[in-house]
């Protein structure tokens, strides 16, 4: 008996090895293509305001774990970005810090 971790390395292993015989996109793959979907039309892309088209992207190599980091940390700045956008400095610095006495 494997813990969970171990358990759900072994299972993405299975996942992709299935999906690569079968030549479909393998975990990995889709996840990356579910981020470039979102970032389509994001502020600042070239494509924005184009419908999404996956054939004018490569997504058959691998991608490092670094990307999606960079991804998720891109996003959390976002969403701070929004939250102090929302408060328009009532109640704080304007930066989004407390304000200092």
């Known amino acids: 008996e494997y813990d969970g ?7 993405k292993i299975m996942f992709d090895q299935n999906q690569k015989i079968q030549g ?4 990995d793959q ?5 981020i470039m979907k979102e970032a389509w039309n994001s502020p600042g892309s070239p494509f924005r305001g184009s419908e999404y088209d996956p054939s004018m992207l490569n997504l058959s190599g691998p991608v490092s ?3 999606f980091a ?3 940390k891109k996003r959390i700045e976002e969403a701070r970005k929004s ?3 929302n408060r ?6 304007p930066d989004g810090g407390p304000l200092l006495g």
């Open 5 to 11: 971790e171990t358990q759900g390395a072994i299972r």
């Open 24 to 27: 479909k996109p393998t975990s």
């Open 30 to 34: 889709i996840r990356t293509a579910d």
């Open 65 to 67: 774990e670094d990307f």
């Open 70 to 72: 960079d991804v998720e």
């Open 83 to 85: 939250l102090v956008g």
């Open 88 to 93: 328009g400095g009532i109640g704080g610095h």
